[in-house]
């Protein structure tokens, strides 16, 4: 029996020539990634002659990644014969193992939250895809944050109305009159501000947003934002294409937030997971939105990602100057901290539920919000959407120990917010000028609280039909 790992020279080693395991270019391709991305943690099993038992795999990957040196362990207590069993038995034992598919999901979920390439983990990215588009978070709180209600033919909730739950507040009115802004705010200020508003004029909008062009709503909901000088504005996008072309409907709109005061100071991509099926007219398959960053005034993130390389020293390269000369890194020689702020591209599965038994197949991801959320804001800090659609910004302030205020000009989906958050939370919302409950206010108003949604009394919200409605043929609602 092997008692210690050696260091041997690669030229040492000889491939067994009766080994019948192939392998093929794409293993050895991702051997080396996984060898480049962890380093060599698994000794090659030779002989004392340097005839390889176990490790052809790993032999191959460091001749084409050109390693010199390689971890082995000398199997000398072997006979010949056994050798040729043992090489046999290595491959096939392997292959009789299988994954818990469940637990597999899970944990390339989270580890895809992560700086871990999983192109490194030997998956293809078909495989990849199909086990990432179901996979959650593994508690009962994430599943149930994918339950949305459907909208209610009839809402409980009238104009003016203004929900309250451990200091969050939803105000049902529209987010471009200042009057309901300010009886929301109350003299406050919004630290943050995060939404995910429509994306440009898809259809004509009917209900409540009747005759509303999209530039105008978009004027009038950032003229009336209660913002104080460090507040940071975090806005989600889609792409829209009209005659086969993609279209910049948000130019028009970010030059007026310049013109206001706002700095178009970041612009980030939101990676969504895998592509959606379909052939999608010959573009590839959509897997991201954008998020705009504004401010007035630049604040440093918080650091909260883990470091793969915590602990690590930094090496001496730097930037690039205008000269073209590569300058010195400011930390080199000093260990790499634990942490780190968030990457420009966001890395958060979309939400898998839907509104209105898939009338509206799009939410805004709770977990896109806590990105944001946590990055840029501190405990107890206030957070506003003036878009709330189905209040995923408000269960982000609750799961992260902020206050979130929302308006949402659609009774129906104030409806569906408030019995969101009664479904994920011990805290019941209560109307704010009576103390009443949402059932009680539904008996007060002779409103049925358990109502099917009725799809063709759902205008206020349309969606959007440019093509499959799970991306750009849709309305988010947030």
């Given at each position: ?10 030229s ?31 000794p ?42 043992y ?14 598919d ?11 939250d ?27 709180a ?163 990602k ?59 991801a ?29 269960i ?18 104030c ?64």
């Amino acid at each position: 029996m092997a008692k210690h790992i050696e260091h041997w020279l690669l030229s040492r080693l000889k491939p067994n020539k009766r080994n019948p395991r192939l392998h093929s270019d794409a293993q050895i391709a991702a051997i080396a990634g996984s060898i480049l991305a962890f380093g060599f943690n698994a000794p090659i099993l030779v002989d004392s002659s340097g005839g390889i038992l176990a490790g052809h795999g790993r032999y191959l990957a460091c001749l084409k990644l050109g390693i010199d040196t390689v971890p082995v362990i000398v199997l000398d207590h072997l006979s010949e014969t056994e050798k040729r069993a043992y090489l046999l038995a290595d491959n096939k034992l392997a292959e009789l193992s299988s994954f818990d598919d469940d637990l597999l999901r899970e944990e390339l979920a989270e580890l895809r939250d992560t700086e871990i390439d999983l192109g490194t983990l030997g998956f293809s990215d078909d495989e990849l895809a199909v086990l990432l588009a179901d996979a959650s978070d593994g508690s009962e709180a994430g599943d149930a944050e994918e339950e949305i209600p459907e909208a209610p033919a009839e809402p409980v909730t009238r104009a003016d109305d203004i929900w309250t739950i451990s200091g969050h507040k939803i105000i049902c009115g529209d987010a471009r009159d200042r009057d309901v802004v300010n009886r929301l705010f109350d003299g406050a200020r919004a630290d943050l501000c995060i939404t995910s508003p429509p994306y440009s004029d898809q259809r004509e909008y009917t209900g409540e947003m009747r005759g509303v062009l999209w530039l105008d709503l978009m004027r009038g909901a950032f003229a009336a934002l209660p913002a104080n000088d460090e507040t940071q504005v975090f806005v989600n996008l889609g792409l829209v294409h009209r005659s086969n072309e993609w279209i910049p409907y948000w130019e028009p709109w970010i030059e007026y937030m310049r013109s206001i005061g706002w700095r178009r100071f970041g612009w980030y991509v939101w990676d969504q997971g895998p592509g959606l099926p379909g052939d999608w007219n010959g573009r590839l398959a959509p897997a991201f939105e954008f998020i705009f960053h504004f401010n007035r005034k630049s604040i440093h993130p918080n650091k909260t990602k883990d470091c793969i390389h915590a602990g690590d020293s930094h090496g001496p390269s730097g930037l690039r100057g205008t000269d073209g000369q590569v300058g010195g890194w400011c930390h080199q020689d000093r260990s790499i901290q634990d942490t780190k702020i968030p990457d420009s591209v966001i890395r958060v599965m979309r939400h898998k539920g839907a509104i209105a038994g898939g009338q509206h197949p799009a939410v805004l991801a709770v977990g896109i919000v806590e990105e944001l959320i946590l990055a840029y804001t501190k405990p107890n800090a206030l957070i506003f959407d003036p878009f709330l659609g189905s209040a995923s910004v408000t269960i982000a302030a609750l799961k992260t120990g902020r206050r979130a205020y929302g308006t949402e000009i659609s009774p129906a989906y104030c409806d569906v917010a408030v019995r969101r958050l009664t479904a994920l939370f011990n805290e019941t919302p209560v109307l704010q000028a009576t103390r009443q409950t949402f059932a009680e206010v539904a008996a007060s108003r002779g409103v049925p609280v358990d109502q099917s949604a009725n799809p063709k009394q759902q205008a206020a919200r349309p969606i959007r039909c440019d093509g499959p409605a799970a991306f750009y043929g849709r309305k988010r609602r947030a």
